[in-house]
């Protein structure tokens, strides 16, 4: 059984098909990225198999079960957002906390967890600092800690790192990457980077327009494209990997 499923899911807004009948699955543990250009409905995505927004056909289910109408706080998941949406009036300990106070079993324990995780991301030092006096990639890792704290078994990303400058995009790759391991985590992750996406990633979704042109492991997309759109796709990648890489190369004169 897989993770999540979702089947036949569309999304109109007005006269606009923002999804257009789309389906897929993820399987536990997998780190799967989304890429595709602006407006092509990989937030809306997000949204809905967080339940904050509702579809307007088609079913999400987790585990195997129908999860389409429940709340948020019943799906068992977690969102990391790119502006790390923090509470700037709270300590980065409090921040970390707060979810926890609504959970009855685990509000006993919520600084103990907190700690735990602040120790974890490298933030203990920094624990009774406010959001804004950190760094964009200490308010991320704060973000990830307090996402965390709930003990989610699917982390959702959406363009986590676009603010971030190149160094930090390495560092907290790692980190994503390594909390997925120990953890377990299942992820879904939206990216405009595509060498993160082909670095990070078991598998990637390229979309267009609201559908899917393919879903496949990074290798696949390279060697066995869907289409023109997703091989054009990955000739950008190339192009981009390839210009990266000549910065380091020097040519005998
Ligand atoms: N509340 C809304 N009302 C009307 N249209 C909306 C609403 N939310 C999103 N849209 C439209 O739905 C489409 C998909 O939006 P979505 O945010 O999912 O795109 P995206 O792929 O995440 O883009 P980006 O890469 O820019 O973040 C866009 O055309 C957007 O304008
Ligand atoms: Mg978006």
Redo the contacts with the bound molecule.
């Keep these: 059984m897989s993770k999540l499923s979702v089947e036949d899911l569309s999304k109109v ?2 006269q ?1 098909t ?1 999804l257009d009948h789309i389906s897929f699955e993820v399987q536990a543990g997998e780190f799967l990225s989304i890429l ?10 997000l949204r809905i198999l967080m339940g904050l927004l509702e579809p307007d056909g088609g079913v999400v289910r987790k585990d195997g079960r129908d999860i389409t109408a429940c709340s948020p706080a019943e799906r068992g998941m977690g969102i990391v957002f790119q502006n790390y949406a923090l509470f700037e009036n709270m300590t980065v300990q409090k921040n970390v906390e707060y979810a926890l106070r609504f959970h009855k079993e685990l509000r006993g324990k919520a600084s103990e967890i907190a700690a735990g995780l602040l120790r974890r991301v490298g933030l203990w030092e920094l624990r009774d600092k406010k959001p804004g006096k950190l760094s964009g990639g200490q308010q991320q890792r704060v973000a990830i800690a307090r996402t965390l704290a709930l003990n989610p078994d699917v982390i959702l990303f ?2 986590p790192m676009s603010a971030l400058d190149v160094d930090t995009r390495l560092a907290l790759r790692r980190e994503i990457k390594d909390i997925q391991r120990e953890y377990g985590s299942t992820m879904i992750y ?1 990216t ?1 980077d595509q060498e993160e996406a082909f670095a990070m990633s078991d598998r990637i979704m390229v ?1 267009e327009a609201g559908r899917i042109h393919q879903i496949g492991t990074p290798e696949e997309l390279v060697t066995d494209p869907a289409d023109d759109y997703v091989r054009r796709f990955v000739l950008e990648n190339l192009q981009i990997k390839a210009e990266s890489l000549s910065r380091f190369i020097q040519v005998a004169p």
Excluded: F, L
């Design positions: 807004y007005g606009k923002v595709g250009p602006s407006g092509c409905g990989k937030t809306t995505i959406d363009e939206i405009h979309m």
